[in-house]
Protein backbone atom coordinates (compact mmCIF):
# COMPACT_ATOMS: atom_id res chain seq x y z
CA UNK A 1 0.00 0.00 0.00
CA UNK A 2 2.71 2.46 0.74
CA UNK A 3 4.37 1.62 -2.34
CA UNK A 4 0.88 2.44 -4.21
CA UNK A 5 1.10 5.43 -2.62
CA UNK A 6 4.64 6.24 -3.46
CA UNK A 7 3.73 5.58 -7.18
CA UNK A 8 0.26 7.73 -7.43
CA UNK A 9 2.86 10.70 -6.01
CA UNK A 10 5.36 9.82 -8.80
CA UNK A 11 3.02 10.52 -11.18
CA UNK A 12 1.61 12.97 -10.13
CA UNK A 13 5.02 14.76 -9.70
CA UNK A 14 5.90 13.85 -13.30
CA UNK A 15 2.61 15.29 -14.56
CA UNK A 16 3.56 18.68 -12.63
CA UNK A 17 6.87 18.73 -13.49
CA UNK A 18 5.46 18.35 -17.74
CA UNK A 19 3.79 21.64 -16.61
CA UNK A 20 6.96 23.35 -14.84
CA UNK A 21 9.36 23.00 -17.65
CA UNK A 22 9.40 26.26 -18.81
CA UNK A 23 9.98 27.39 -15.84
CA UNK A 24 13.17 26.12 -15.63
CA UNK A 25 15.33 28.78 -17.77
CA UNK A 26 15.35 30.52 -14.43
CA UNK A 27 18.31 28.08 -13.09
CA UNK A 28 21.69 27.72 -14.10
CA UNK A 29 21.96 25.17 -16.61
CA UNK A 30 24.18 23.03 -14.63
CA UNK A 31 21.23 22.53 -12.13
CA UNK A 32 18.69 22.09 -14.59
CA UNK A 33 21.11 19.35 -16.62
CA UNK A 34 22.32 17.63 -13.54
CA UNK A 35 18.82 17.13 -12.67
CA UNK A 36 17.29 16.23 -15.51
CA UNK A 37 20.64 14.04 -16.61
CA UNK A 38 19.99 12.55 -12.67
CA UNK A 39 16.28 11.18 -13.30
CA UNK A 40 16.78 9.82 -16.80
CA UNK A 41 19.93 7.43 -14.95
CA UNK A 42 17.48 6.28 -12.15
CA UNK A 43 14.82 6.00 -14.48
CA UNK A 44 17.08 3.12 -16.13
CA UNK A 45 18.06 1.63 -12.86
CA UNK A 46 21.33 3.02 -12.75
CA UNK A 47 20.30 4.74 -9.08
CA UNK A 48 23.74 5.32 -7.98
CA UNK A 49 24.97 7.37 -10.81
CA UNK A 50 21.59 8.96 -10.57
CA UNK A 51 21.37 9.89 -6.99
CA UNK A 52 25.30 11.35 -7.27
CA UNK A 53 24.27 13.86 -10.44
CA UNK A 54 20.70 14.17 -8.14
CA UNK A 55 22.95 15.60 -5.28
CA UNK A 56 25.10 17.75 -6.90
CA UNK A 57 21.78 19.28 -8.59
CA UNK A 58 20.48 19.60 -4.76
CA UNK A 59 24.15 21.35 -3.67
CA UNK A 60 23.70 23.48 -6.01
CA UNK A 61 20.32 24.70 -4.69
CA UNK A 62 21.49 24.78 -1.81
CA UNK A 63 23.52 27.74 -2.65
CA UNK A 64 21.70 29.82 -5.25
CA UNK A 65 20.00 33.22 -3.80
CA UNK A 66 16.44 32.83 -2.73
CA UNK A 67 16.06 35.74 -5.47
CA UNK A 68 16.62 33.36 -7.95
CA UNK A 69 14.99 30.01 -7.63
CA UNK A 70 12.13 28.97 -9.21
CA UNK A 71 9.27 27.74 -6.83
CA UNK A 72 8.00 25.41 -9.34
CA UNK A 73 11.06 23.93 -10.57
CA UNK A 74 12.35 23.74 -7.11
CA UNK A 75 9.60 22.02 -5.41
CA UNK A 76 9.36 19.57 -8.33
CA UNK A 77 13.18 18.41 -8.28
CA UNK A 78 12.91 18.45 -4.45
CA UNK A 79 9.83 15.88 -4.36
CA UNK A 80 11.32 14.07 -6.89
CA UNK A 81 14.35 13.59 -4.91
CA UNK A 82 12.56 12.58 -1.74
CA UNK A 83 10.22 9.85 -3.26
CA UNK A 84 13.67 8.71 -4.76
CA UNK A 85 15.17 8.30 -1.42
CA UNK A 86 11.60 6.75 0.01
CA UNK A 87 12.43 4.20 -2.17
CA UNK A 88 16.01 2.70 -0.94
CA UNK A 89 15.13 2.98 2.51
CA UNK A 90 16.78 6.57 3.11
CA UNK A 91 13.68 7.94 5.28
CA UNK A 92 15.60 10.76 7.28
CA UNK A 93 17.06 11.77 4.34
CA UNK A 94 13.51 11.98 2.69
CA UNK A 95 12.17 13.76 5.57
CA UNK A 96 14.75 16.98 5.19
CA UNK A 97 14.21 17.23 1.27
CA UNK A 98 11.30 17.23 2.19
CA UNK A 99 11.30 19.88 4.13
CA UNK A 100 13.00 21.93 2.44
CA UNK A 101 10.27 21.34 -0.76
CA UNK A 102 7.73 22.39 1.43
CA UNK A 103 9.57 25.74 3.28
CA UNK A 104 9.90 26.94 -0.64
CA UNK A 105 6.57 26.19 -1.49
CA UNK A 106 5.04 27.90 1.41
CA UNK A 107 7.19 30.98 0.18
CA UNK A 108 5.73 30.97 -3.98
CA UNK A 109 3.75 27.41 -4.68
CA UNK A 110 1.09 26.81 -2.55
CA UNK A 111 -0.68 24.54 -5.13
CA UNK A 112 2.42 21.78 -4.55
CA UNK A 113 2.04 21.64 -0.91
CA UNK A 114 -0.91 19.45 0.07
CA UNK A 115 0.75 16.49 -2.48
CA UNK A 116 3.96 17.61 -0.27
CA UNK A 117 2.24 16.83 3.00
CA UNK A 118 0.99 13.48 1.79
CA UNK A 119 4.75 12.45 0.78
CA UNK A 120 5.45 13.58 4.09
CA UNK A 121 2.80 10.88 6.09
CA UNK A 122 4.25 8.27 3.75
CA UNK A 123 7.43 8.82 5.36
CA UNK A 124 5.74 8.58 8.10
CA UNK A 125 3.99 5.23 7.85
CA UNK A 126 7.35 3.74 6.46
CA UNK A 127 8.90 4.65 9.75
CA UNK A 128 5.74 3.57 12.02
CA UNK A 129 4.76 6.80 13.35
CA UNK A 130 0.96 6.66 12.73
CA UNK A 131 0.70 10.08 14.54
CA UNK A 132 2.39 11.98 12.78
CA UNK A 133 1.25 10.52 9.78
CA UNK A 134 -2.59 10.98 10.45
CA UNK A 135 -1.04 15.26 11.15
CA UNK A 136 0.37 15.09 7.84
CA UNK A 137 -2.89 13.80 5.69
CA UNK A 138 -5.18 16.12 7.77
CA UNK A 139 -2.49 19.07 6.61
CA UNK A 140 -3.16 17.67 3.14
CA UNK A 141 -6.87 17.48 3.31
CA UNK A 142 -6.51 21.14 4.60
CA UNK A 143 -4.02 22.81 2.10
CA UNK A 144 -6.49 21.08 -0.74
CA UNK A 145 -9.21 23.54 -0.12
CA UNK A 146 -7.01 26.98 -0.27
CA UNK A 147 -5.72 25.95 -3.97
CA UNK A 148 -7.13 28.43 -6.41
CA UNK A 149 -7.82 26.19 -9.33
CA UNK A 150 -11.19 24.88 -7.83
CA UNK A 151 -10.95 21.60 -10.15
CA UNK A 152 -7.54 20.77 -9.41
CA UNK A 153 -7.99 21.19 -5.72
CA UNK A 154 -11.02 19.10 -5.61
CA UNK A 155 -9.08 16.26 -7.26
CA UNK A 156 -6.07 16.81 -4.45
CA UNK A 157 -8.81 16.60 -1.83
CA UNK A 158 -10.01 13.20 -3.09
CA UNK A 159 -7.09 11.51 -3.25
CA UNK A 160 -6.18 13.13 0.06
CA UNK A 161 -9.38 11.85 1.45
CA UNK A 162 -9.24 8.63 -0.38
CA UNK A 163 -5.06 8.38 1.50
CA UNK A 164 -6.74 8.99 4.87
CA UNK A 165 -9.45 6.19 3.91
CA UNK A 166 -6.68 3.90 3.66
CA UNK A 167 -4.49 4.54 6.77
CA UNK A 168 -7.86 4.16 9.01
CA UNK A 169 -7.94 0.51 7.81
CA UNK A 170 -5.04 -0.20 7.86
CA UNK A 171 -4.63 0.75 11.10
CA UNK A 172 -7.87 -0.03 12.88
CA UNK A 173 -6.27 0.18 16.37
CA UNK A 174 -5.59 4.06 15.99
CA UNK A 175 -9.03 4.93 15.44
CA UNK A 176 -11.67 2.15 15.51
CA UNK A 177 -14.39 4.21 15.17
CA UNK A 178 -13.30 5.42 11.92
CA UNK A 179 -13.29 2.27 9.66
CA UNK A 180 -16.60 2.52 9.04
CA UNK A 181 -16.71 5.99 7.77
CA UNK A 182 -13.47 4.89 5.83
CA UNK A 183 -14.91 2.04 4.34
CA UNK A 184 -18.48 4.18 2.84
CA UNK A 185 -15.94 6.58 1.88
CA UNK A 186 -14.10 4.19 -0.24
CA UNK A 187 -17.14 2.54 -1.28
CA UNK A 188 -18.43 6.12 -2.55
CA UNK A 189 -15.03 6.82 -4.52
CA UNK A 190 -15.20 3.18 -6.01
CA UNK A 191 -19.17 3.80 -7.13
CA UNK A 192 -18.33 6.92 -9.43
CA UNK A 193 -15.62 4.78 -10.94
CA UNK A 194 -17.61 2.19 -11.45
CA UNK A 195 -17.57 2.70 -15.32
CA UNK A 196 -13.64 1.47 -15.05
CA UNK A 197 -12.04 -1.90 -15.79
CA UNK A 198 -10.68 -2.79 -12.49
CA UNK A 199 -8.04 -4.72 -13.61
CA UNK A 200 -6.60 -1.55 -15.44
CA UNK A 201 -7.49 0.86 -12.77
CA UNK A 202 -4.49 0.30 -9.60
CA UNK A 203 -6.64 2.65 -7.28
CA UNK A 204 -10.07 1.20 -7.89
CA UNK A 205 -8.48 -1.98 -7.00
CA UNK A 206 -6.64 -0.84 -4.08
CA UNK A 207 -9.81 0.88 -2.88
CA UNK A 208 -11.87 -2.68 -3.73
CA UNK A 209 -9.26 -4.48 -1.08
CA UNK A 210 -9.48 -2.22 1.43
CA UNK A 211 -13.37 -2.12 1.15
CA UNK A 212 -12.81 -5.65 1.83
CA UNK A 213 -10.53 -5.80 4.70
CA UNK A 214 -12.72 -3.15 6.86
CA UNK A 215 -15.85 -5.87 6.27
CA UNK A 216 -13.30 -8.22 7.95
CA UNK A 217 -12.49 -5.95 10.50
CA UNK A 218 -16.20 -4.96 10.98
CA UNK A 219 -16.91 -8.82 11.17
CA UNK A 220 -18.33 -9.45 7.84
CA UNK A 221 -16.28 -12.02 6.49
CA UNK A 222 -18.52 -13.65 4.11
CA UNK A 223 -18.40 -10.32 1.87
CA UNK A 224 -15.12 -8.88 2.69
CA UNK A 225 -12.57 -11.67 2.34
CA UNK A 226 -14.15 -12.17 -1.80
CA UNK A 227 -13.45 -8.60 -2.30
CA UNK A 228 -10.01 -8.83 -1.19
CA UNK A 229 -9.54 -12.18 -3.00
CA UNK A 230 -10.87 -10.28 -6.34
CA UNK A 231 -8.32 -7.46 -5.71
CA UNK A 232 -5.37 -9.44 -4.99
CA UNK A 233 -5.95 -10.94 -8.37
CA UNK A 234 -5.53 -7.52 -10.08
CA UNK A 235 -1.97 -7.48 -8.47
CA UNK A 236 -1.00 -10.54 -9.86
CA UNK A 237 -1.98 -9.81 -13.11
CA UNK A 238 -0.21 -6.42 -12.73
CA UNK A 239 2.94 -7.59 -12.03
CA UNK A 240 3.18 -5.36 -8.76
CA UNK A 241 4.89 -7.58 -6.27
CA UNK A 242 5.31 -4.88 -3.83
CA UNK A 243 1.24 -4.58 -3.67
CA UNK A 244 1.28 -8.46 -3.98
CA UNK A 245 2.78 -9.13 -0.80
CA UNK A 246 1.23 -6.70 0.98
CA UNK A 247 -2.35 -7.93 0.30
CA UNK A 248 -1.60 -11.46 0.91
CA UNK A 249 -0.34 -10.40 4.37
CA UNK A 250 -3.70 -8.47 4.85
CA UNK A 251 -5.47 -11.46 3.31
CA UNK A 252 -3.89 -13.75 5.68
CA UNK A 253 -4.82 -11.76 9.04
CA UNK A 254 -8.12 -12.08 7.26
CA UNK A 255 -8.25 -15.20 7.11
CA UNK A 256 -6.46 -16.36 10.80
CA UNK A 257 -9.32 -13.81 12.13
CA UNK A 258 -12.37 -15.64 10.03
CA UNK A 259 -10.81 -19.13 10.60
CA UNK A 260 -10.13 -19.81 7.21
CA UNK A 261 -8.63 -22.99 6.16
CA UNK A 262 -6.81 -20.82 2.96
CA UNK A 263 -4.14 -19.46 5.22
CA UNK A 264 -2.41 -22.50 4.29
CA UNK A 265 -2.92 -22.33 0.39
CA UNK A 266 -1.19 -18.42 0.24
CA UNK A 267 1.34 -19.45 2.56
CA UNK A 268 4.22 -20.73 0.65
CA UNK A 269 3.27 -17.88 -2.22
CA UNK A 270 3.60 -15.70 0.52
CA UNK A 271 6.82 -16.65 1.57
CA UNK A 272 8.02 -17.08 -1.83
CA UNK A 273 6.99 -13.72 -2.62
CA UNK A 274 8.67 -12.15 0.83
CA UNK A 275 11.65 -13.29 0.08
CA UNK A 276 12.02 -11.86 -3.23
CA UNK A 277 11.56 -8.68 -1.64
CA UNK A 278 13.64 -9.05 0.70
CA UNK A 279 16.34 -9.25 -1.45
CA UNK A 280 15.16 -6.08 -3.42
CA UNK A 281 15.23 -4.30 0.19
CA UNK A 282 18.72 -5.45 1.21
CA UNK A 283 19.93 -4.46 -2.11
CA UNK A 284 18.56 -0.83 -1.50
CA UNK A 285 19.68 -0.36 1.66
CA UNK A 286 23.11 -1.56 0.20
CA UNK A 287 22.27 1.21 -2.00
CA UNK A 288 21.37 3.47 0.54
CA UNK A 289 24.18 2.87 2.49
CA UNK A 290 26.80 3.28 -0.26
CA UNK A 291 25.33 6.06 -1.20
CA UNK A 292 25.53 7.68 1.93
CA UNK A 293 29.14 6.41 2.10
CA UNK A 294 30.09 8.40 -1.36
CA UNK A 295 27.78 11.21 -0.29
CA UNK A 296 30.38 11.46 2.67
CA UNK A 297 33.36 11.73 0.39
CA UNK A 298 31.62 14.77 -1.59
CA UNK A 299 31.07 16.81 1.34
CA UNK A 300 34.73 16.54 1.89
CA UNK A 301 35.25 17.71 -1.74
CA UNK A 302 33.47 20.72 -0.92
CA UNK A 303 36.39 23.11 -0.25
CA UNK A 304 34.91 26.09 -1.67
CA UNK A 305 32.19 25.42 0.17
CA UNK A 306 33.62 25.02 3.61
CA UNK A 307 36.10 28.49 2.65
CA UNK A 308 33.26 30.33 2.12
CA UNK A 309 32.11 29.47 5.84
CA UNK A 310 35.26 30.32 7.55
CA UNK A 311 34.95 33.33 5.56
CA UNK A 312 31.67 34.20 7.67
CA UNK A 313 32.74 32.69 10.47
CA UNK A 314 36.21 35.51 10.52
CA UNK A 315 33.78 38.34 9.38
CA UNK A 316 31.61 37.49 12.36
CA UNK A 317 34.69 37.07 15.05
CA UNK A 318 35.88 40.46 13.55
CA UNK A 319 32.67 42.38 13.91
CA UNK A 320 32.27 40.31 17.08
CA UNK A 321 35.64 42.46 18.48
CA UNK A 322 34.65 45.68 16.88
CA UNK A 323 31.33 45.56 18.76
CA UNK A 324 33.01 44.71 21.91
CA UNK A 325 35.50 47.37 21.59
CA UNK A 326 33.08 49.95 20.81
CA UNK A 327 31.19 48.68 23.87
CA UNK A 328 34.21 49.34 26.07
CA UNK A 329 34.85 52.82 25.18
CA UNK A 330 31.22 53.77 24.95
CA UNK A 331 31.70 51.96 29.41
CA UNK A 332 34.87 54.00 29.75
CA UNK A 333 33.77 57.52 28.01
CA UNK A 334 29.98 57.23 30.23
CA UNK A 335 32.40 56.33 33.81
CA UNK A 336 35.04 59.42 32.18
CA UNK A 337 31.65 61.49 31.90
CA UNK A 338 30.49 60.53 35.15
CA UNK A 339 33.85 61.34 36.92
CA UNK A 340 33.73 64.89 35.26
CA UNK A 341 30.43 65.74 36.50
CA UNK A 342 31.13 64.49 40.11
CA UNK A 343 34.36 66.72 39.82
CA UNK A 344 32.58 69.63 38.69
CA UNK A 345 29.82 69.44 41.23
CA UNK A 346 32.27 69.26 43.75
CA UNK A 347 33.39 72.30 42.95
CA UNK A 348 30.41 73.98 42.87
CA UNK A 349 30.19 73.46 46.42
CA UNK A 350 33.40 73.84 47.47
CA UNK A 351 32.73 77.86 45.34
CA UNK A 352 29.16 78.07 47.74
CA UNK A 353 31.79 77.21 50.75
CA UNK A 354 34.11 79.43 49.75
CA UNK A 355 31.41 82.31 48.97
CA UNK A 356 29.50 81.41 52.30
CA UNK A 357 32.72 81.39 54.18
CA UNK A 358 33.94 85.28 53.17
CA UNK A 359 30.72 86.50 53.62
CA UNK A 360 30.49 85.08 57.74
CA UNK A 361 34.11 86.14 57.80
CA UNK A 362 33.15 89.69 57.01
CA UNK A 363 30.02 90.18 58.73
CA UNK A 364 32.03 88.75 62.38
CA UNK A 365 34.61 91.39 62.06
CA UNK A 366 31.95 94.20 61.06
CA UNK A 367 29.85 93.08 64.01
CA UNK A 368 32.56 92.80 66.47
CA UNK A 369 33.50 96.73 65.34
CA UNK A 370 29.67 97.96 65.93
CA UNK A 371 30.84 96.28 69.00
CA UNK A 372 33.65 98.26 69.69
CA UNK A 373 31.88 101.26 68.75
CA UNK A 374 28.48 101.07 70.44
CA UNK A 375 29.41 103.24 73.38
CA UNK A 376 30.07 105.86 71.03
CA UNK A 377 27.29 107.99 70.33
CA UNK A 378 29.16 110.75 68.19
CA UNK A 379 30.24 107.82 66.17
CA UNK A 380 26.38 106.74 65.50
CA UNK A 381 26.91 107.35 61.16
CA UNK A 382 29.46 105.84 61.36
CA UNK A 383 28.67 102.76 63.11
CA UNK A 384 25.45 102.27 60.54
CA UNK A 385 27.68 102.29 57.69
CA UNK A 386 29.07 99.38 59.30
CA UNK A 387 25.48 97.65 59.16
CA UNK A 388 26.39 93.67 57.91
CA UNK A 389 25.43 92.81 54.29
CA UNK A 390 25.87 89.86 52.69
CA UNK A 391 24.62 88.50 49.16
CA UNK A 392 23.64 91.80 47.15
CA UNK A 393 24.02 92.31 43.70
CA UNK A 394 26.79 90.28 42.32
CA UNK A 395 27.08 88.51 45.23
CA UNK A 396 24.18 87.40 45.53
CA UNK A 397 23.60 86.52 42.05
CA UNK A 398 27.18 84.55 42.37
CA UNK A 399 25.61 82.34 45.11
CA UNK A 400 22.20 81.33 43.62
CA UNK A 401 23.99 80.69 40.16
CA UNK A 402 26.25 78.24 42.02
CA UNK A 403 23.39 76.78 44.35
CA UNK A 404 21.17 76.29 41.14
CA UNK A 405 24.41 74.56 39.39
CA UNK A 406 24.78 72.08 42.38
CA UNK A 407 20.93 71.52 42.81
CA UNK A 408 19.39 72.45 39.55
CA UNK A 409 15.63 72.71 39.71
CA UNK A 410 14.90 73.03 43.76
CA UNK A 411 14.12 77.21 43.83
CA UNK A 412 12.15 76.51 40.37
CA UNK A 413 10.13 73.88 41.97
CA UNK A 414 9.80 76.01 45.46
CA UNK A 415 8.22 78.98 43.28
CA UNK A 416 6.13 76.76 41.67
CA UNK A 417 4.42 75.30 44.81
CA UNK A 418 4.59 78.68 46.86
CA UNK A 419 4.44 81.54 45.06
CA UNK A 420 4.44 83.69 47.86
CA UNK A 421 7.69 83.52 48.80
CA UNK A 422 10.16 86.28 48.89
CA UNK A 423 13.52 86.47 48.10
CA UNK A 424 15.20 86.40 51.33
CA UNK A 425 12.76 83.47 51.86
CA UNK A 426 14.56 81.66 49.21
CA UNK A 427 17.66 82.75 50.47
CA UNK A 428 17.36 81.12 53.72
CA UNK A 429 15.51 78.20 52.24
CA UNK A 430 19.32 77.74 50.23
CA UNK A 431 21.18 78.23 53.52
CA UNK A 432 19.18 75.34 55.11
CA UNK A 433 19.30 73.29 52.04
CA UNK A 434 23.17 73.26 52.53
CA UNK A 435 23.10 72.55 56.36
CA UNK A 436 23.91 75.55 57.54
CA UNK A 437 23.33 76.42 61.12
CA UNK A 438 21.36 79.51 62.51
CA UNK A 439 24.89 81.28 63.79
CA UNK A 440 26.18 80.85 59.99
CA UNK A 441 22.49 82.01 58.76
CA UNK A 442 22.44 85.28 61.05
CA UNK A 443 26.09 85.93 59.96
CA UNK A 444 25.51 84.85 55.80
CA UNK A 445 22.66 86.93 56.06
CA UNK A 446 23.39 89.88 58.42
CA UNK A 447 20.55 89.73 60.43
CA UNK A 448 20.46 88.59 64.10
CA UNK A 449 20.07 85.15 65.47
CA UNK A 450 16.42 85.98 66.73
CA UNK A 451 15.69 87.26 63.63
CA UNK A 452 17.05 83.96 61.85
CA UNK A 453 14.85 82.29 64.32
CA UNK A 454 11.76 84.66 63.76
CA UNK A 455 12.21 84.28 59.66
CA UNK A 456 12.31 80.09 59.96
CA UNK A 457 9.03 80.74 61.94
CA UNK A 458 7.37 82.52 59.15
CA UNK A 459 9.11 80.06 56.54
CA UNK A 460 7.25 77.61 58.28
CA UNK A 461 3.83 79.26 58.06
CA UNK A 462 4.57 80.00 54.38
CA UNK A 463 4.77 76.05 54.04
CA UNK A 464 1.74 75.59 56.14
CA UNK A 465 4.02 73.04 58.43
CA UNK A 466 2.66 71.24 61.14
CA UNK A 467 4.27 71.15 64.30
CA UNK A 468 5.60 67.34 63.69
CA UNK A 469 7.67 68.01 60.46
CA UNK A 470 10.93 69.41 61.00
CA UNK A 471 12.09 72.80 58.72
CA UNK A 472 15.02 71.65 57.81
CA UNK A 473 14.09 68.08 56.98
CA UNK A 474 11.15 69.18 55.15
CA UNK A 475 13.34 71.82 52.72
CA UNK A 476 16.21 69.29 52.27
CA UNK A 477 14.12 66.58 51.54
CA UNK A 478 13.30 68.40 48.62
CA UNK A 479 16.60 68.42 46.65
Not at 126 to 141: F, L, M, Q, V
Not at 259 to 285: C, F, P, S
Not at 325 to 336: G, Q
Request: with cysteine.
Amino acid sequence: MKTHLIFILSVILLTLSACSKTENEKFPSSFVELSEQGRALCRQGNYMEGLKLLQEANNILAVMPTDSINPNGAVMFLGNLANLYIRIGLFDEARHINSKAIAIAESGNLERLPELWGMRSIIYEHTDKPDSAYICIRRNIELSDKIKNSSFGSKVKERAIEHLSWFFIENPDFAPDSVKMALATLEHINAEKSSEDPSTDRNKATNTFLIGRAKVILGDYYHGIPEMEKALEVYRQSGDNESLEWGLQMLAKSYASARNTKLIDIYTEAADLHDTIMRRQRDNLLLGMDFKYRTTQLKDEKIILKNEVEAKRQRIVYISIISFLIIVALVMFIIMRSRDNKRRLKLKQQNIDILLAERIALNTRIEELNSILADNNSETKRSEMLQTILLEKDDEQRFRKSFNDLHPGFIDRLRREYPELTAGNELLCMLIALNRRNEEIALALGISRESVSTSRYRLRCRFNLPKDIDLNYFIQSRL
